[in-house]
């Protein structure tokens, strides 16, 4: 892949190298597969304009994928100058050329906090990216039979091979046999806490989602699609099951993907409901956290500076008991009490203060 950095006006060749794969399942700053076909008076002017209008359409898919759907009739649509100044580079997955047409695929990556400041300055609210990933266990039915691992299964191949580009990062496991042992299909319906974390747990992950999808054996142009979610850090959508049935000439495969392109956005969807980041809305907490040691103290500053709500934290006395913060959050009390949750950190009232506890996770106690 060719990547190029973004002048106003201009585009300069910077280097030929491949986008590293964590980069592409973990950013949510960047975009590929963006198709654009140009036609104009020239080769020359053919790619220009289309390079620009792929910048154009990759930028409208970062700014609703941070933002809830229910903002994205607000949102602004910038120049191609104020476009180039959000771009960090811009790569040529594939392309083809003629006198008077260009043909590309292309990858996009934003510089984030450029994109921050644009959606503060619109007004508008947005969230983070989740840092850490879900496991997504695809299992099948067609019939009485259930499937995760074996073949066929066309509910996990559509799943493997979605690009892992929104706010929730995805992984389904390989299928390899640590896998194959961890977890069974039978074991993920029914919701094994240790069989899931285990499978989890190989990918570096503590929560999963098992999604199921239901064909009527008699019936190949439907299905039925239900979530079901296994550790707390799990967003789960306000509906649990979907109803698909397919469009005139749709295959089965295709009904699969469109199903999945769903079950991925009601997810990102109830992400974003729970970890919006309103910058007019914003307070300060005084709260103490116990501890035991340096040990949990450094598990605590670690673990705060993943929580976006958190905007900064200041320490007002320390000892080896505990430690005594202020923090500067957006947002209201509930949304970081979820916020801290989700990276481990319970904040509760108590004894008529807020106490803040690490909590240990499922890594911590293998």
Do not use: C
């Not at 005139?248 to 769903?262: I, K, N």
Request: aromatic share 8%.
């Amino acid at each position: 892949m060719r990547w190029f950095a973004p002048i106003t006006g201009l585009l300069v060749l910077l280097a030929a190298s491949a986008w590293p794969a964590m980069a592409q399942m973990t950013d949510a700053f960047s975009v590929s597969g963006v198709a654009v076909d140009v036609r104009a008076a020239s080769a020359a002017a053919a790619r220009e304009q289309a390079l620009a209008e792929g910048q154009q359409v990759a930028l409208r898919r970062v700014l609703e994928r941070l933002v809830p759907a229910a903002y994205h009739d607000r949102l602004p649509a910038p120049s191609p100058a104020e476009i180039a100044a959000l771009v960090r580079d811009v790569g040529i997955e594939s392309e083809k050329a003629s006198s008077v047409r260009y043909i590309a695929n292309l990858s996009v990556r934003f510089r984030g906090d450029a994109i921050r400041g644009f959606l503060r300055a619109a007004g508008l609210p947005y969230a983070e990216a989740r840092r850490q990933p879900v496991v997504v266990l695809p299992v099948y039915t067609e019939g009485a039979e259930a499937t995760l691992w074996g073949d066929p299964n066309p509910w996990r191949y559509v799943w493997a091979r979605r690009r892992s580009e929104g706010l929730v990062p995805i992984i389904v496991p390989l299928g390899e046999l640590a896998d194959v042992t961890a977890v069974s299909a039978e074991q993920a319906l029914a919701a094994d806490p240790a069989a899931l974390a285990a499978v989890a747990g190989r990918y570096g992950a503590t929560d999963t989602l098992v999604a199921l999808a239901v064909a009527p054996p008699t019936d190949g142009g439907a299905v039925e699609v239900r979530l079901f979610a296994s550790g707390p850090g799990v967003p789960l959508p306000e509906r649990s099951s979907f109803q698909y049935v397919a469009a005139e000439g749709e295959t089965r495969d295709a009904l699969l993907a469109r199903a999945a392109a769903d079950a991925v956005f009601a997810i990102g969807e109830a992400y974003k409901r729970e970890n919006l980041l309103e910058f007019d809305r914003g307070a300060t907490m005084a709260t103490v956290v116990p501890l035991g040691g340096l040990d949990d103290w450094l598990t605590v500053r670690r673990r705060l500076d993943r929580v976006p709500q958190v905007r900064a934290y200041q320490v007002v006395s320390l000892n080896r008991t505990n430690a005594a913060l202020l923090l500067d959050f957006v947002g209201d009390q509930q949304q970081l009490q979820t916020a801290l949750m989700r990276n481990g950190l319970e904040l509760a009232w108590a004894d008529g203060q807020w106490l803040m506890h690490p909590l240990a996770t499922a890594s911590e106690q293998r």
